[in-house]
């Protein structure tokens, strides 16, 4: 089999199973299969592949018909442009969370921030994407999970920002060791009861993923959180799912009846990113999504 039959054969199995992108991962699980860029994949699409390697590219499509998601099988990921390891004890980083990021550092143009805390940081994506953008800040990256900090530690001394990037084991905010200038998190916000349709297959952790039996529990909890962890003039930034928007602004008015409160759509025009601001001057800088 060459290199362009496989490449054939991948993408007619992987879309006859309904699978997106096939001609993508077809060609992702055939590079990770030989350990190739797409430079070197392209340069002799008449190579052979030996029995072995055939063999080797079988398993991984069959592995990825059985629902494990691609970026499990290859253990990367791409975010905000850079290259992740993930495997199963992080959340696989979504592009919607790269809003996240665009809007803290549309923030920064204006309130540079000092500390930044992320809560629930998984893989550490969010907090070494900023930490690459800003370069003067310290940030504190929180996880309850302790397999899920050693992906981020791997990523941080990866990325080059084990120095300025601190991982803390914990609930929410409780390990923080003092106030941030700007909260930042990405919870669980799907509902109990709904988790065996988002993750049918079971390969993502369910930890990063329940939200409760209302959707927003996780969310609810660390907003009650903030007052004691949030510096005078400071941003909470949140990512929530579709149509929470009402239910989280309003706990939030609730909690912070002074503070501005504003929402950031994604691309598809759905609502992504609340911004909690306590300033004096609550004045939002423009964060649009990158096109």
């Known amino acids: 089999m060459t290199l362009k039959q496989a490449l054939s054969h991948a993408r007619h199995i992987l879309a006859g199973n309904n699978i997106e992108d096939a001609p993508l991962e077809g060609e992702l699980l055939l590079r990770h299969t030989l350990k190739i860029s797409r430079t070197q994949l392209y340069l002799d699409l008449n190579y052979e592949l030996s ?6 590219f079988r398993r991984l499509i069959k592995r990825r018909l059985n629902g494990e998601p691609i970026a499990y099988i290859t253990k990367h990921r791409e975010f905000y442009g850079l290259d992740f390891y993930v495997d199963p004890s992080v959340l696989i980083p979504r592009p919607e969370s790269e809003l996240l990021v665009e809007t803290a550092l549309g923030l920064a143009q204006n309130h540079p921030p000092f500390i930044i805390a992320e809560v629930g940081t998984g893989c550490g994506a969010i907090a070494i994407s900023l930490a690459l953008s800003l370069s003067e800040v310290k940030i504190y990256a929180t996880d309850i999970s302790a397999a899920a900090l050693k992906i981020a530690l791997l990523n941080c001394q990866k990325h080059g920002v084990i120095d300025r990037v ?6 929410m905010l409780d390990p923080l060791p003092k106030p941030a200038d700007l909260i930042i998190a990405n919870l669980p916000y799907v509902k109990e009861s709904e988790l065996a349709q988002v993750n049918p297959t ?6 990063a993923l329940n939200g409760g039996s209302d959707e927003t529990e996780r969310i609810h909890q660390l907003c009650r959180q903030v007052d004691s962890k949030l510096r005078p003039n400071g941003y909470l930034l949140l990512e929530i799912g579709q149509g929470q928007r009402r239910a989280v602004s309003a706990f939030l008015h609730t909690l912070f009846p002074n503070g501005k409160i504003e929402v950031v759509p994604d691309l598809s025009g759905t609502d992504r990113v609340i911004s909690l601001s306590l300033t004096s001057q609550p004045e939002l800088a423009d964060a649009q999504p990158r096109r």
Do not use: C, W
């Open 51 to 56: 029995p072995k390697q055939e063999e080797a």
């Open 166 to 171: 601190h991982l803390l084991q914990g609930d």
């Open 202 to 207: 079971k390969f993502e952790p369910m930890l």
